[in-house]
Nanobody
Framework: QVQLVESGGGLVQPGGSLRLSCAASGFTLDYYAIGWFRQAPGKEREGVSCISSSDGSTYYADSVKGRFTISVDNAKNTMYLQMNSLKPEDTAVYYC?????????????????WGQGTQVTVSS
């Protein structure tokens, strides 16, 4: 059974940091393209960052470049999103996702498997 389980969300003050984790089971992450997405109230789900399994290339939304870092620990079959210098506009439910085709994409519709989401709230 394919499953993705996120953790690490919470409430943080502006300028703070959080690290999201996404543990995979039922499949091996290093054969998949993986990504992080977020959805704020009243807005569409958007791509935050993704990584290709074929060559390890990483991609980031302009709004998070220089602040967020995506990574994968293949030994633990877990992906991460390190979020630094958080801003109130980063508040959203964050989802991890995986797709069977190796090239990464920031389009949510291209992903096959999704986690349940974890809430990130940036507020003073």
């Amino acid at each position: 059974q394919v499953q993705l389980v996120e953790s690490g969300g919470g409430l943080v003050q502006p300028g703070g940091s959080l690290r999201l984790s996404c543990a995979a089971s039922g499949f091996t992450l290093d054969y998949y393209a993986i990504g992080w997405f977020r959805q704020a109230p009243g807005k569409e789900r958007e791509g935050v960052s993704c990584i290709s399994s074929s060559d390890g290339s990483t991609y980031y939304a302009d709004s998070v470049k220089g602040r967020f870092t995506i990574s994968v620990d293949n030994a633990k079959n877990t992906m991460y999103l390190q979020m630094n210098s958080l801003k109130p506009e980063d508040t959203a439910v964050y989802y991890c996702a995986a797709r069977t085709d190796p090239p990464a994409t920031m389009a949510p519709r291209e992903y096959d498997y999704w986690g349940q989401g974890t809430q990130v709230t940036v507020s003073s």
